[in-house]
């Protein structure tokens, strides 16, 4: 039995850090990675972060890798930042087309995709690195 789930999680697909863009308006300026983290937990508000669902396996990758902590963790920081009044969390939409759709029609907001979902409507501005 132990066999058969290595096997099968070793076929299922993982994502890198190489294959995640972050993307925003063609007019938007290139920032850094930190501002990028700095405005997904609410300590900028130059741009309006987009956010996928709450369990989507590209936002738990984002959330830990970029940001540092875990969706449980991060749950509990807007919780409490929303209990208190102090800070909004991003705009959630469904699927990455969705952001896509949202960004290229709100000049101030910013996103997370794979880059294999780029299109002309968006502009790479930075690409997480491993």
Known sequence: MKKLL????????TL????MVVIAHPSAADISEDEISRLYMGRAGSLMP???PDGNPLRDHFE????????????AYWSRLVFTGKGRPP??????AEKIDF?????NSIGYIPASDVTDQ??????IAQ
């Open 91 to 96: 705009v959630e939409v469904a699927t990455s």
């Open 16 to 19: 890198s850090l190489a294959d």
């Open 103 to 107: 960004i290229a029609a709100n000049p």
């Open 64 to 75: 830990q890798e970029l940001l540092g902590r875990s969706p449980a963790q991060m749950k």
């Open 6 to 13: 290595l096997a099968v999680l070793l076929c299922v697909p």
């Open 122 to 127: 968006v502009k790479v501005i930075a690409t």
């Open 50 to 52: 987009v956010n996928l």
